[in-house]
């Protein structure tokens, strides 16, 4: 028999994880928010349309909507399903983790060209956190008013609740990864 409250919990935290509210969700997935709120809640069966719907609100497959909501062991994120983004100024940023309802936790990998400035990023919230190794090239980091050049095999931790930036001040591309513990919710970039 389906559990419409794992279902509700699911859905929810993967709003949450998204930092998305209800009347968001909503909005995204075409739904009233009075029927989101009922889903979550466990309190009423969805159409397959209107789970179709939320999953789509969510960025999600449908079957990975309705599958089993028991704690998997393991989450595999193929190479393919990456989401990867291509910013102004020719850099890259490739989302390189699983989603995992429940874990605030981002995997990312950037590429940035010779001479390219990434921009300020505002603060995460407080109890952020973020970790950056350099794979090859040379990174600036600032935090807050602090600077930092990494090479290729350095890294460095920063509290992620100030605003930060990212830059390759040198001529060879720069790639690098940043672990980051995110706690909702984040600024305007």
Known sequence: MFDLAKLGTHVQGLRHDRGMTLAELASAAEVSVSMLSSVERGQKAATVVVLSRIAGGLGVGLADLIA???PRRMIVRRAADQDAVEEPGGWRRTIVSPVVPGVNFEWIRTTLPGGCDAGEFPAYAPGSHEFVVVETGTLRLRVADQ???LSAGDSGYFAADAPHAYAN??????AYYVAALIMRPRGPR
């Open 169 to 174: 001040p040198g001529s060879d591309p720069c």
């Open 147 to 149: 600077v930092a050049e």
């Open 68 to 70: 089993d909501t028991e």
